[in-house]
């Protein structure tokens, strides 16, 4: 096996392997530019978020870090998945759970001493770009970091790609000359978003 | 037809490299944004002064902040994407973030003395890298940005493209059906546990 050899094989299995991942950052990416439509498409199909619990509730809330008060909230509704917490206002605390299926959020209020759970309905857009923006290694469950080193990977899948594509297109002398025509004027045009926006 | 699609798929991918660089750095910072805010500084980078100017303009009565906010910038000849955060009631300071990837600034009008001043985001390759990503749309009154959001819905275009004419391009290399057939259903298998247990 020649190394041209090598180097056509690694680009065409990649793909083939990360094709999933290629196809759902392309499409949620068209969602993230047209959320006024997609939001119009919605509008016909009721509330967003149902009540599923409601009871009484008391907790001391710390100062600082809200991550330990979220996991206590989400334990007390028996709740599972990533989460995060964050202060909504002087008077109450949200937790946002979330899986790629399923999305709840807790609100704890402080002054009434609440605690109201509430379940999204699933919406096809919301998946998708929920999935589009996941990653990062902070969440606890380990198939939050495996998520987050399959982010990594499909990023080295980029750039391999580019490597490859160069090789392959420069042993092809005869696209030599409109090749350099399509990288320069991408380079030029990008260039020009840059400065110009 | 078969060569046709290669060519297609490889002058796209060429013209397109820039953007599929910009999307991969940007996305590894954001999947790694805690390491990067370790190395370059946590929360919002600060300001710079860089300039003080004189606002000679008039602001017609009862004029809305974003109006207000074009005029002046039009005014300092820095007109483009911005938003505007109004201070007080409608005669106090107000500042306008004229946004950019690379260059932000911050343009603070006190409209009792009509001093500007002009402040610099000090720069970050993480936000900046960042904001470039996040910039879609065509919710901006700007030509350039109605443009960039085109070449944004060009380059998903262009995704989509590249998946399913590789696809066709591998189903043609007979040699490369099995161990191919194998990369894609190992990867739509791991796809598809992520999206049970994830």
Redesign the interface.
Known sequence: MTLQHLNRRLHLYLALSLSPWFLMYGVSSYVFSHPAYFQELDKSKGPLWTKVLERDYDVPVPQGDLRPLGAQIMKDAGLSGAFGAYRQGPNQINVYVYTFLQSTQAKYFLDKKKLVVEDRRFRFDQFLTGMHAKGGFEQDRIQDTLWGIVVDLVCLGFILWIVTGLVMWWSLPSTRGWGWVALLGGVASFALFMFRL | MSKILR?IH????????????????S??M?????WFQHLWGKGQPGWTPERTAEFRGQFPDNAAPREKARILLTALDMD??FNVQQQGNEHGPFAVIR????NERRVTLNPETSKVTIERREFRWNHFFER?HR?????HDYL??D???A???F??LA??F??LS??W??WE?KV?RV??AA??L???A??LI?????
């Open positions: 060519r490889m002058y796209l991918a060429l013209f397109l490299t820039p953007w599929v660089l910009m999307y991969t750095i996305t590894f954001m999947n790694h944004r805690e483009g994407t946004q950019h990837p690379a470039f910039r879609r749309g065509y919710q350039t940005e443009f960039w959001a070449s944004v819905d380059f998903v995704m989509v590249w998946v590789g696809l391009l591998w290399l490369t161990l191919g990369a894609l190992s990867g739509i791991i796809f992520f999206l049970r247990t994830t």
